[in-house]
C-alpha cells in the first residue's frame, strides 16, 4: 500500500511540473512580457497565502485523523481543522487587502484563499492512504485547467487566463469533499466538531511552527520577484519567472531521493553513510544540472520567442542552485536522525535575511542578474558555508563539503569496488 501511494505522489509530481509548463507557456504568450510579470506577481502571492493557509496540517492533522480509530473522532479532527483554516483565509483576506492594489487580482485573490480550505478533505484521504483518489482528483483538475487554457490561447480572451488560479482548487477541492463523503453513513455533530475549542487550540499551537517554517521558506524562494518589481519593473518580473519556473522544476527529485533511501540511512547510521548519501545526491544534481541547463536554454529559445531571450542567462545562473539544493535537502534527513532538527529554522530565517540583503545590494547594479545571483548565493551560503560555524553541525557541513570537492568520488569508488569484488 505504502508503494503504491508513493507511485501515485510521484506521478502526480510529473503530471504537474507538466501543467505548469503549460501554463506557463500559454500565459507568457497570450500575456506578452509585462502581462506575464503581473500574472507572476499574483501567483507569487497566491503561493505565499496558499503556503501560510495551509497551516502545516499536511504533518499535524494527517497525524490526529491516523491515531483516531473512531470514525467521530477523525470527522471532529477534520472540522476543527477547517474551522481553524477558514480563521486563517479570512486573516488573510484582510491582508491582501492592504498588498494587493489592482480590485480584479484582490477578487481572484480572496477566492482562491476560501476555495484552499476546501483542500482539508485532502488530509483525511490522505491518513486513509486514498492515494489514488487524490492523483485521479489532480489527474482531472489539470486536465480540465489545461482545457480552459487552450481555449483561452486559441480566444480573444486573454485576461481569462487569470481565473485558472480560481479554476484548479474548486475542481480539486469538490472532488476532495465528495471522495471523502463518499459511502458515510454516520451521522455526526458539525456544529460540535467545528466549535470543539480544545481541538482547535491543540491544532493551532502544534501546527504554526510548521506554517512559520514553509512561510519562511517560501519567502525565501520568492522574495526576489517582489524587489525586482520595486526597482525594474513588471517587464523584468516576466523575464525572471520563466527562468525560474525552469530552474525550479527538478526540485522535487532530491525529495524523492532521500525519501526513498531514508529507510535505510536509519538503519545505518554513520558518518560514512552520511557521506555517500550526501556524494549520491551531488551526483544526481550533476545529472539534472548539465542536461537540464541545456534543454531548458533550447525550450526558451525556440518556444518563448525573442521576447523572453534575456530569460536564458538568469536561467543558467538559477540552475547553479540545484546544487545546494539537492545537498540541503539530504542535510535536513541527516539532522533530523542526529536529533538535530532545531536547527533548521535557523538556516532558513538566515537565507531569508542574506538573500534579502543581496537583492538590495545586488539588483540596483546588475539587474535582474543581480537576483539570480543572490539567490544562488543565499542557496550556497545558507547550505555549506554558515553551519560551518555552528560547532554542532559542523562535521556534517564538512561531510557535505568534501562530497562537492571531491565529485562524490567516494561514492563511486564504493561502487567500483563492489563491482569488482563480485566479478572476483
Known amino acids: 500500500m505504502a508503494i503504491k501511494n508513493f507511485i501515485y505522489q510521484f506521478s502526480d509530481k510529473i503530471f504537474r511540473i507538466v501543467y505548469i509548463f503549460l501554463m506557463t507557456y500559454i500565459a507568457a504568450k497570450v500575456l506578452g512580457n509585462i502581462g506575464f510579470g503581473e500574472f507572476s506577481l499574483l501567483a507569487t ?25 473512531e470514525s467521530e473522532q477523525q470527522y471532529e479532527w477534520l472540522f476543527a481543522g477547517i474551522s481553524v483554516r477558514l480563521a486563517v483565509a479570512i486573516f488573510l483576506l484582510i491582508c491582501g487587502h492592504f498588498v494587493i492594489n489592482n480590485k480584479t487580482f484582490y477578487i481572484i485573490f480572496c477566492i482562491v484563499c476560501i476555495l484552499n480550505v476546501l483542500n482539508t478533505y485532502e488530509y483525511y484521504l490522505i491518513s486513509h492512504m486514498r492515494g489514488e483518489v487524490i492523483f485521479w482528483g489532480r489527474i482531472c ?6 482545457i480552459f487554457l487552450f ?36 451521522a455526526y455533530s458539525l456544529a460540535r466538531a467545528i466549535f470543539d475549542v480544545k481541538k482547535i487550540r491543540e491544532l ?49 527529485l532530491p525529495i524523492v531521493i532521500a525519501n526513498s533511501v531514508y529507510p535505510w540511512l536509519v538503519r545505518n547510521q554513520n558518518k560514512i553513510n552520511y557521506r555517500k548519501f550526501f556524494d549520491g545526491l551531488f551526483l544526481a544534481s550533476m545529472v539534472v544540472l548539465i542536461p537540464a541547463s541545456i534543454g531548458g536554454t533550447l525550450v526558451i529559445k525556440y518556444f518563448f520567442g525573442a521576447e523572453y531571450q534575456q530569460s536564458i542567462p538568469l536561467f543558467i545562473i ?25 536547527y533548521i529554522p535557523f538556516f532558513v530565517f538566515s537565507g531569508v535575511a542574506l538573500n534579502a540583503l543581496l537583492n538590495l545590494a545586488l539588483i540596483p547594479l546588475m539587474g535582474t542578474k543581480g537576483a539570480a545571483i543572490a539567490t ?16 554542532r553541525v559542523r562535521d556534517i557541513s564538512l561531510l557535505m563539503l568534501k562530497s562537492i570537492i571531491t565529485c562524490g568520488f567516494s561514492l563511486l569508488h564504493s561502487v567500483y569496488q563492489r563491482c569488482k569484488n563480485n566479478d572476483s
Open 141 to 146: 483538475s489539470y486536465a480540465i485547467t489545461i
Open 151 to 186: 481555449f483561452v490561447y486559441f480566444s480573444d480572451h486573454s485576461r481569462w487566463v487569470y481565473f485558472v488560479f480560481v479554476l484548479e482548487p474548486i475542481i480539486y477541492g469538490s472532488w476532495c469533499y465528495l471522495n471523502m463523503h463518499r459511502g458515510r453513513r454516520q
Open 45 to 69: 502571492t497566491i503561493t505565499i497565502a496558499l503556503g501560510v493557509g495551509t497551516f502545516g496540517f499536511e504533518h499535524t492533522l494527517v497525524k490526529k485523523i491516523t491515531e483516531n480509530v
Open 318 to 342: 538559477l540552475m547553479l542552485q540545484v546544487i545546494p539544493v539537492f545537498i540541503g535537502i539530504g542535510r535536513a534527513k541527516v539532522l533530523v536522525l542526529e536529533n538535530l532538527q532545531r
Open 204 to 252: 493551532f499551537t502544534t501546527s504554526f511552527p510548521f506554517m512559520l517554517s514553509s512561510f519562511a521558506i517560501i519567502i525565501y524562494m520568492r522574495m526576489d520577484v517582489y524587489f525586482i518589481d520595486y526597482f525594474l519593473g513588471k517587464g523584468a518580473v516576466g523575464q525572471y519567472s520563466l527562468a525560474v519556473r525552469f530552474a525550479e522544476a527538478a526540485n522535487f
Open 376 to 391: 544562488v548565493i543565499s542557496q550556497f551560503s545558507t547550505t555549506l558555508l554558515i553551519p560551518l560555524f555552528i560547532p
